[in-house]
């Protein structure tokens, strides 16, 4: 739908009023999936909604527990739900009406999401038992709240019909999820008898895999152990570039490896993760996939109690992906005789792809010794004892990210105030009262002179504000000298730092 002179009206409000009153004759109206979910309830339509692509319906929010997640909380419900563990979590009021946080820092942008999600009605929103009690607990401050959100069957709801266009629909998350909540999927045996073809020929596709483990996370960062310090994943771009040698190929990599993985190399030609429906790779006959996809702890152990087999979840979240990137090559074109050589991380993916591709040849590369993916790594010495002081340390480490995104917010809030439009500038300006302090000063508070990480910012624009704080900490009387409270005159992230005592 076009923008075009509508700017008074959003575009729900646009999109209710076209599926409201089609024109005679039928029409067709293109929507994002994004728009699609935005859509309020008009009663029944008649109309008949093609999917292309099965749609996102899995979202996951681990917001910091704050005093910010805790005015949502107060405002939501925690209802029993059919799965074991798990709570219905909803709100009844808009969520700009409930929230006053900054959904523009870190932890405010993960609050605000979840809390149109619990908001929706198209949504359930489940929280497993142990997020629930954490609230409770008194020392929940910078904890993770976990939360999942389901997109129900009810976004399709007013529709006279719908259609999925999906390849392996059966592997996807919509048909697991919703043929548990009641929706019956029906092949159009009518539609799918005039496709281009009913099955892969994979014949001349060659799938070669490294390592016989699981691909993860942890394995990509491993070191390979001869002694070079190089982790597998490196080892692997330097494997690949040399099997392809001077063909071209296609790549799939984590976002954090960025875009110059193979940036020596001019035949490299990236894809992103998501892939879908991408029509313009068919010259490429060579594709790596180097991503590790996996579903996080906490979403197998959601998953499982919805249902799914961890097979059925890591097919639909990381498997899929993979299928859909190595079908952008030639693979796509029936006719194109030219062999394919696809790489691929583990042996799973390989055979889920094999299944896939009848008449493939599957093969084990040797680039990557068996005992470097299940060796104990000696690594670095333990930092923390136990447990409990790994935590303490994690809630240390949340309160400085607190800490930094109240800083942010405030010192945004002051580059766009009047002083900066009046004075014609977009710099904190420093202009010295007395000796030692200036107009805009702010700095870090530590809880004690031996902290390593700070629990707060200060931020004063008058000298005044800042002397009557002085004299107010002053006033407060603490044990011993160590358990003094510390005011550095700077403000920086300790994180970002090369090298810290």
Same mark, same amino acid.
């Given at each position: 739908?076009?923008?075009?002179?509508?700017?008074?009206?959003?575009?729900?409000?646009?999109?209710?009023?076209?599926?409201?009153?089609?024109?005679?004759?039928?029409?067709?109206?293109?929507?994002?999936?994004?728009?699609?979910?935005?859509?309020?309830?008009?009663?029944?339509?008649?109309?008949?909604?093609?999917?292309?692509?099965?749609?996102?319906?899995?979202?996951?929010?681990?917001?910091?527990?704050?005093?910010?997640?805790?005015?949502?909380?107060?405002?939501?419900?925690?209802?029993?739900?059919?799965?074991?563990?798990?709570?219905?979590?909803?709100?009844?009021?808009?969520?700009?009406?409930?929230?006053?946080?900054?959904?523009?820092?870190?932890?405010?942008?993960?609050?605000?999401?979840?809390?149109?999600?619990?908001?929706?009605?198209?949504?359930?929103?489940?929280?497993?038992?142990?997020?629930?009690?954490?609230?409770?607990?008194?020392?929940?401050?910078?904890?993770?709240?976990?939360?999942?959100?389901?997109?129900?069957?009810?976004?399709?709801?007013? &529709?006279?019909? !719908?259609?999925? +266009? $999906? /390849?392996?629909?059966? #592997?996807?998350?919509? =048909?697991?999820?919703?043929?548990?909540? @009641?929706?019956?999927?029906?092949?159009?045996?009518?539609?799918?008898?005039?496709?281009?073809?009913?099955?892969?020929?994979?014949?001349?596709?060659?799938?070669?895999?490294?390592?016989?483990?699981?691909?993860?996370?942890?394995?990509?960062?491993?070191?390979?152990?001869?002694?070079?310090?190089?982790?597998?994943?490196?080892?692997?771009?330097?494997?690949?570039?040399?099997?392809?040698?001077?063909?071209?190929?296609?790549?799939?990599?984590?976002?954090?490896?960025?875009?110059?993985?193979?940036?020596?190399?001019?035949?490299?030609?990236?894809?992103?993760?998501?892939?879908?429906?991408?029509?313009?790779?068919?010259? &490429?006959?060579? !594709?790596?996939? +180097? $991503? /590790?996809?996996?579903? #996080?702890?906490?979403? =197998?152990?959601?998953?499982?109690?919805? @249902?799914?087999?961890?097979?059925?979840?890591?097919?639909?979240?990381?498997?899929?992906?993979?299928?859909?990137?190595?079908?952008?090559?030639?693979?796509?074109?029936?006719?194109?005789?030219?062999?394919?050589?696809?790489?691929?991380?583990?042996?799973?993916?390989?055979?889920?792809?094999?299944?896939?591709?009848?008449?493939?040849?599957?093969?084990?590369?040797?680039?990557?010794?068996?005992?470097?993916?299940?060796?104990?790594?000696?690594?670095?010495?333990?930092?923390?004892?136990?447990?409990?002081?790994?935590?303490?340390?994690?809630?240390?480490?949340?309160?400085?990210?607190?800490?930094?995104?109240?800083?942010?917010?405030?010192?945004?809030?002051?580059?766009?105030?009047?002083?900066?439009?009046?004075?014609?500038?977009?710099?904190?300006?420093?202009?010295?009262?007395?000796?030692?302090?200036?107009?805009?000063?702010?700095?870090?508070?530590?809880?004690?002179?031996?902290?390593?990480?700070?629990?707060?910012?200060?931020?004063?624009?008058?000298?005044?504000?800042?002397?009557?704080?002085?004299?107010?900490?002053?006033?407060?009387?603490?044990?011993?000298?160590?358990?003094?409270?510390?005011?550095?005159?700077?403000?920086?992230?300790?994180?970002?730092?090369?090298?810290?005592?």
């Amino acid at each position: 739908m076009s923008l075009d002179g509508c700017e008074e009206r959003s575009v729900t409000s646009r999109l209710v009023a076209k599926l409201r009153e089609p024109t005679n004759g039928g029409e067709l109206v293109f929507i994002t999936h994004e728009g699609w979910k935005l859509l309020p309830y008009v009663g029944k339509l008649d109309w008949t909604l093609i999917v292309d692509e099965a749609p996102a319906i899995h979202s996951s929010f681990d917001p910091l527990i704050d005093d910010d997640l805790r005015q949502l909380i107060n405002q939501a419900v925690f209802l029993p739900s059919p799965y074991e563990g798990l709570k219905c979590f909803s709100v009844s009021k808009s969520p700009e009406r409930v929230l006053t946080s900054d959904k523009h820092t870190v932890n405010g942008s993960k609050i605000h999401k979840l809390a149109w999600e619990a908001f929706s009605k198209k949504a359930l929103v489940l929280v497993p038992d142990t997020s629930v009690e954490a609230l409770q607990s008194p020392d929940s401050e910078g904890r993770k709240f976990q939360a999942f959100s389901l997109l129900t069957p009810e976004v399709v709801k007013p &529709f006279k019909s !719908v259609l999925m +266009l $999906s /390849a392996n629909f059966e #592997s996807t998350l919509p =048909f697991h999820l919703w043929s548990r909540h @009641g929706a019956r999927f029906v092949e159009d045996k009518e539609l799918a008898s005039r496709l281009r073809f009913q099955k892969h020929d994979g014949r001349r596709a060659t799938i070669s895999y490294v390592i016989e483990a699981d691909w993860s996370k942890q394995i990509q960062d491993r070191e390979v152990g001869d002694g070079s310090g190089c982790t597998i994943h490196a080892r692997v771009v330097e494997k690949v570039s040399e099997f392809f040698g001077t063909d071209q190929f296609l790549w799939v990599a984590n976002n954090r490896f960025g875009d110059g993985l193979f940036a020596a190399n001019e035949n490299a030609t990236r894809l992103p993760n998501v892939s879908h429906g991408l029509n313009e790779y068919q010259k &490429f006959n060579n !594709v790596v996939f +180097l $991503s /590790a996809l996996n579903p #996080s702890p906490p979403e =197998f152990s959601y998953f499982k109690k919805l @249902g799914l087999t961890e097979k059925q979840a890591k097919a639909a979240r990381f498997h899929e992906a993979v299928y859909q990137g190595i079908m952008r090559c030639s693979l796509r074109s029936q006719d194109d005789p030219r062999p394919v050589q696809i790489v691929v991380m583990d042996r799973a993916t390989a055979t889920y792809l094999h299944q896939l591709l009848p008449g493939s040849i599957v093969q084990k590369l040797d680039w990557i010794p068996a005992d470097a993916t299940n060796r104990k790594q000696a690594g670095r010495p333990k930092e923390h004892v136990d447990a409990t002081a790994r935590k303490r340390a994690s809630r240390s480490r949340q309160k400085a990210i607190k800490a930094h995104d109240g800083f942010v917010t405030r010192a945004d809030a002051l580059v766009l105030s009047d002083h900066f439009a009046s004075n014609g500038s977009h710099e904190i300006p420093i202009e010295s009262i007395g000796e030692n302090v200036t107009k805009w000063f702010w700095g870090m508070q530590f809880q004690s002179i031996t902290a390593a990480v700070a629990d707060d910012v200060f931020w004063f624009e008058t000298l005044s504000e800042f002397v009557d704080d002085l004299r107010r900490l002053a006033g407060q009387r603490v044990a011993t000298k160590e358990r003094c409270r510390l005011i550095g005159p700077a403000y920086y992230n300790r994180e970002k730092a090369a090298e810290t005592d």
